[in-house]
């Protein structure tokens, strides 16, 4: 097993842990970044572009923004949050443009437009940033436990070099989970390294989490694609077979009628004719990996009708993720921050998708406040205690069965849990249309999955990163599917087929946890 010292050490590689790793840097701390992939290249950013909640400091445009969302996500939302990500992203943004160079379009105006970003080129950036701050980068090195010390505290990581091959080990002063939500290996584009693993690593460790009710988000794609870029749809018109307007459809607020045509087996299909010339021109600059497809089957999506379907993206697009207990992201486990789709966006979402926009603007905030409060926690442990204390394991599921070692698993294991996992997560009439009953259901499926996985499964070498992935799968969907029912209500996402109005007396957020046995409670929401 290879050992590594330092300060601080990010978990993941999209742009939290990029802001991460660059600000602990800035602040004069060592820096190991460890990404399942390779960073620059992973993640849902990475692959694609992004907009950006990025508005100018106008007392207006920002009372706007605040309130765009508002009641979409459940007046859930804490305005002093908002506020605050929007100067962070704002003083981001425009860093990336000065010290990042990053080649923003201009307007016709001849002002820079900045939001927006073209993820392979704003990643690219990042990269080279966080490897001219001194971070050393650990590429395609999943994590797949956490190390605590006496105390409790986080102390480090473990995990396995894929490429290199073996263990090694990260004892450092804080650690920083940016690892992305869970998108349940749906086949959307860029989330095949988001499997929830963040936020089983902080369960493990003590830690809580919120809003794991609004995790039903679904993109739309075109059929047989993974490219869910749901806001271009607004521009769209949905049509049934027949070729009839599909009634109700819409990409917000309509998504529901598409998906009960497509539980009939019948096919739902699309044509953005609501765009105007202006509009396609800007749709083009803005996505263009959104039209390769279309560019290759040579259809013109504004003119001509394409099949579509749904994706879940989960936690990804959804809102819900690690409970974030301080300004600068800490959580409530001495030492250990979250930033990102790892954790919860209800700060500036409420139970409403945070989308592109919202995550992004979230994603460069707190993973800046995570990376410099993990710095500051760092320091504060004095010199050399990072590398002496001693430290634990503190995974379970996958690592170390209550059942006794017995043999490791194989690969064939760790699928067969993925695919019971996406049974009970994938289907429409499971997860987006949801229901008491069914909920209850899947749920009772999931816990004897986990009882099972609990007391048997262990993973070994490469192997182990399958089946902690898997365990980090089906975490998640207990703590969505127990959040969901605790909510009888719909509001935000959080939708019930038998519970469709908003209850006013459950105007709070739900927190829950828990591994062997998950429970909830209710925290009120800032004032």
Not at 251 to 258: E, M, P, T
Not at 453 to 460: D, N, P, Q, Y
Request: proline share 4%; hydrophobic share 40%.
């Amino acid at each position: 097993m290879s050992e590594h010292v330092t300060d601080v050490l990010v978990v993941g590689g999209g742009p939290a842990a990029a802001w991460a790793a660059l600000k602990a840097a800035g602040a004069g701390a060592s820096v190991v970044l460890a990404d399942k992939g390779y960073c620059g290249t992973s993640g849902a950013t990475a692959a694609g572009g992004t907009g950006v909640w990025y508005v100018p400091p106008e007392p207006a445009a920002r009372e706007a923004a605040m309130a765009s969302r508002e009641g979409l996500g459940g007046y859930l939302a804490d305005r002093r949050w908002m506020s605050r990500v929007l100067d962070e992203t704002y003083d981001r943004m425009n860093e990336l443009a000065e010290e990042g160079r990053y080649p923003f379009p201009t307007g016709p105006d001849g002002r820079p437009l900045r939001n927006g970003l073209q993820g392979p080129e704003y990643m690219r950036r990042m990269r080279i940033r966080i490897r001219r701050a001194g971070v050393r980068i650990l590429d395609h090195s999943p994590v797949t436990e956490l190390l605590t010390d006496a105390d409790g505290a986080v102390a480090g990581a473990a995990g396995y070099r894929r490429q290199a091959g073996g263990s090694y080990r990260v004892r450092a002063g804080a650690v920083v989970l940016a690892t992305g939500g869970c998108a349940f290996l749906s086949g959307a584009l860029g989330t095949n390294t988001n499997t929830g693993d963040g936020a089983l690593f902080a369960a493990e460790a003590g830690a809580e989490l919120s809003g794991m009710e609004f995790s039903n988000s679904y993109g739309i794609a075109p059929e047989g694609t993974s490219v869910t870029k749901t806001a271009f749809y607004s521009f769209a018109t949905f049509y049934r077979e027949d070729g009839e307007v599909l009634e109700g459809a819409a990409s917000q607020g309509g998504r529901s009628a598409i998906a009960r045509e497509l539980l009939t087996g019948a096919r739902v299909f699309a044509r953005l004719d609501r765009a105007d010339a202006t509009a396609q021109a800007a749709m083009r600059l803005a996505q263009p990996n959104f039209f390769l497809t279309f560019d290759r089957l040579g259809i013109d999506p504004f003119t001509q009708r394409f099949s579509v379907t749904l994706l879940a993206e989960g936690t990804v697009r959804g809102t819900g993720g690690i409970r974030i207990a301080g300004e600068d992201c800490a959580t409530s486990v001495p030492g250990l921050y979250a930033a990102g789709d790892a954790a919860t966006r209800e700060e500036i979402c409420g139970g409403f998708t945070g989308g592109g926009s919202h995550n992004a603007a979230w994603a460069m905030s707190s993973g800046s406040w995570a990376g410099a409060g993990a710095a500051r926690y760092a320091r504060s442990l004095g010199s050399g205690r990072a590398a002496h204390r001693p430290v634990t394991g503190s995974g379970g599921a996958g690592l170390r069965p209550t059942g006794g070692a017995g043999s490791a698993a194989g690969p064939g294991e760790a699928r067969e849990l993925v695919r019971l996992v996406q049974e009970e997560v994938l289907p429409y009439d499971k997860n987006y249309l949801r229901h008491g009953s069914v909920l209850a259901g899947s749920l009772g499926a999931l816990d004897e999955a986990w009882a099972q996985l609990r007391t048997s499964l262990r993973g070994e070498g490469a192997g182990l990163v399958k089946v902690r992935q898997a365990a980090a799968m089906t975490a998640h969907a207990r703590w969505m599917y127990a959040s969901a029912l605790a909510r009888t209500e719909s509001r935000g996402m959080a939708r019930r087929l038998d519970h469709p109005e908003q209850d006013p007396a459950q105007h709070h957020r739900i927190v829950t946890g828990g591994l062997d046995r998950v429970w909830t409670r209710t925290a009120e929401p800032a004032a």
